[in-house]
Nanobody, 126 residues
C-alpha cells in the first residue's frame, strides 16, 4: 500500500489549497480514505474522510463549509479542497487508508486507519 500526498504549501489567510492523495497497492473501491492533520503539540485529528465505494463523507465541524473531500476513481486519487483557510488550519496533513468495513462506526478516527502517507505541510499566514 502506498499513499503519496501533494499540494501543501504556504498560503495567506483566506486563500485556498488543494491536496491530493494518490493511492496504489490495494483495491481502491474497498477502502475508506481520510485526511488528517497534526499541529505542533496537538493530537492528530480527522479532518475529512470518504468511503470510496459510495462516496459517503465525513467532515469535522471545524472545517465544514470550507473543506471538501472528493475522489477520482479512474486515478485512484482523493482530493481535499481547502478554501477560506485560517491560521489555525496550519498543520502537517496526512492521508490514510483502511478497509472500509473497519471504519463503519468511526469513519474518521485516526486510530482506525492502517496505512499512512508521509504528510504534507500546510502553513496559513495571518
Amino acid at each position: 500500500v502506498q499513499l503519496v500526498e501533494s499540494g501543501g504549501g504556504l498560503v495567506q489567510a483566506g486563500g485556498s489549497l488543494r491536496l491530493s492523495c494518490a493511492a496504489s497497492g490495494f483495491t481502491f473501491d474497498d477502502y475508506a480514505i481520510g485526511w488528517f492533520r497534526q499541529a505542533p503539540g496537538k493530537e492528530r485529528e480527522g479532518v475529512s474522510c470518504i468511503r470510496i465505494s459510495d462516496g459517503s463523507t465525513y467532515c469535522a465541524d471545524s472545517v465544514k463549509g470550507r473543506f471538501t473531500i472528493s475522489r477520482d476513481n479512474a486515478k485512484n486519487t482523493v482530493y481535499l479542497q481547502m478554501n477560506s483557510l485560517k491560521p489555525e488550519d496550519t498543520a502537517v496533513y496526512y492521508c490514510a487508508a483502511v478497509d472500509s468495513t473497519v471504519v463503519a462506526r468511526k469513519p474518521c478516527s485516526p486510530y482506525e486507519y492502517a496505512y499512512w502517507g508521509q504528510g504534507t505541510q500546510v502553513t496559513v499566514s495571518s
